[in-house]
C-alpha cells in the first residue's frame, strides 16, 4: 500500500466514523474538510471504498430514499446511491490507526489527515504526534538554514527570497505547534491539579481540548516551497 492511498484510507474510516454517507458526500467531505484531497476523484475514492469493504471494515447499504425503488431505479438505468457505513470491525481498525504516533504520523500530508481528527484521539496520542511532527519540523529548519548560509552568495535575489519564504512557512508552523503543545499540556495540568471528584471542568475536555481561536487553522504543509 503507498503511503497516499493509506492517508485516504485512514480519512475515510475516520469520516464514516462521524456518520454512514455515499460517495458523493465522502468525496466532497474530503475535498473541503481535508485540503490534502483537494485534487483526487471518483477514479481514486471507490478503489479504495472497496478495499475497505472487502477487508470487513465497510460495508455497502442502498440509501434509505432508495430502498423501495430499486426496480425503477434499474429501469431507468440509473444507478442507486450506495451508502458506506462502518462495521465494528472498522471502527476498532480506526481506532488502532489513532493511537499509531510513528514518524509517519510526522510528515506532511499525514500530519494534516491526523490533525484533522484530532477531536477522536486521545490526549497522550494527540501530544506524541504534536512533538513528533514539531521535532521534525526543527530538524528540516536546521537543515534550511545551514543550506541557506552555503548557498546564499550563489543565489539571484528572487531565489533568496523563495527560501526565504520557505523557511519563514516553517518557522511558523513551528510557532503553532509551540502554541498547540502547550494548550494540551495545560489541560492536562488543570485536570490533574483539580480535586478528585470536583465539578470543576476541564476547559481543555479529554478529546479535542484546544483553545477555540478565530482563524485557527492547520498550517498548510504545501505551502513549504523548499520541499
Request: net charge neutral; proline share 4%.
Amino acid at each position: 500500500m503507498s503511503r497516499r492511498s493509506g492517508i485516504l484510507e485512514f480519512a475515510v474510516l475516520g469520516l464514516l466514523r462521524e456518520s454512514p454517507m455515499h460517495g458523493y458526500e465522502l468525496r466532497k467531505r474530503l475535498n473541503t474538510s481535508l485540503g490534502i484531497f483537494r485534487a483526487f476523484s471518483y477514479g481514486t475514492l471507490y478503489p479504495c471504498l472497496k478495499t475497505l469493504v472487502s477487508n470487513g471494515w465497510l460495508i455497502e447499504e442502498p440509501a434509505g430514499d432508495q430502498a423501495d425503488s430499486a426496480p425503477a431505479s434499474s429501469l431507468s438505468g440509473r444507478r442507486a446511491k450506495i451508502v458506506y457505513r462502518l462495521t465494528a470491525e472498522g471502527k476498532e481498525h480506526f481506532e488502532e490507526l489513532l493511537s499509531h504516533t510513528g514518524p509517519d504520523a510526522w510528515e506532511d500530508e499525514h500530519f494534516a489527515a491526523r490533525f484533522a481528527f484530532f477531536g477522536q484521539t486521545e490526549r497522550e496520542v494527540r501530544m506524541r504526534v504534536l512533538e513528533g511532527r514539531r521535532s521534525r519540523l526543527e530538524e528540516r529548519l536546521e537543515k534550511m538554514r545551514a543550506s541557506l548560509a552555503r548557498t546564499r552568495e550563489r543565489l539571484d535575489d528572487y531565489t533568496l527570497e523563495l527560501q526565504r519564504h520557505g523557511m519563514e512557512s516553517v518557522e511558523r508552523e513551528v510557532r503553532w505547534l509551540n502554541e498547540l503543545i502547550e494548550s494540551e499540556r495545560s489541560g492536562r495540568d488543570r485536570r490533574r491539579s483539580s480535586p478528585e471528584g470536583s465539578a470543576q471542568q476541564d476547559t481543555s475536555g479529554e478529546t479535542g481540548g484546544l483553545p477555540r481561536r478565530r482563524g485557527d487553522t492547520p498550517p498548510d504543509p504545501s505551502d513549504d516551497t523548499t520541499k
